[in-house]
């Protein structure tokens, strides 16, 4: 027969383990509370979150850009939107980012690409047909080091 220490220590034991139990369970519930979405062991869940995609817009007024530069992180996909508040149509050009977007008059467009390693880039505004940039911004594209999400 158990002795009435042994009995005391192994409901101690047993109690520690509950409580133990109890207190990681909440901490795993409170951390998946935090993450959006089904994703602690679902590897599926994890192949449909949403990338990291940055998102810009500049718009074009009076033959001017509304920015006179943006920055951008290397390696990550970009959707710029440029909205042409003009009556006549526009180039926009970042060599090697957009080789050439046809902007019509008063309307928008969307412009994907995968930013390049960290450098400076000069966009370009250029009449639909002509070469001479009527207007310029600076294109910075940074490490991801350091910069806050």
Do not use: K
Not at 73 to 101: C, F, K, M, S, W
């Amino acid at each position: 027969m158990l002795n009435r220490a042994v009995l005391t220590r192994m409901v101690a034991l047993v109690c520690s383990a509950i409580l133990l139990f109890t207190a990681c369970q909440d901490d795993t519930d409170e951390v998946a509370e935090q993450i959006e979405g089904d994703v602690i062991g679902s590897p599926e869940a994890a192949n449909e979150l949403e990338e990291d995609i940055e998102e810009i817009s500049i718009e074009i007024t009076d033959g001017e850009l509304n920015e006179d530069g943006i920055e951008l992180i290397e390696e990550r996909p970009t959707v710029l939107r440029v909205q042409n508040n003009d009556d006549v149509a526009y180039v926009l050009r970042i060599d090697p980012l957009v080789a050439g977007a046809v902007i019509p008059a008063g309307d928008s467009i969307s412009v994907e690409f995968t930013t390049p390693v960290q450098n400076e880039y000069t966009g370009e505004l250029l009449p639909e047909s002509g070469d001479e940039p009527l207007d310029t911004m600076t294109v910075e594209v940074l490490s991801p080091l350091g910069v806050p999400d």
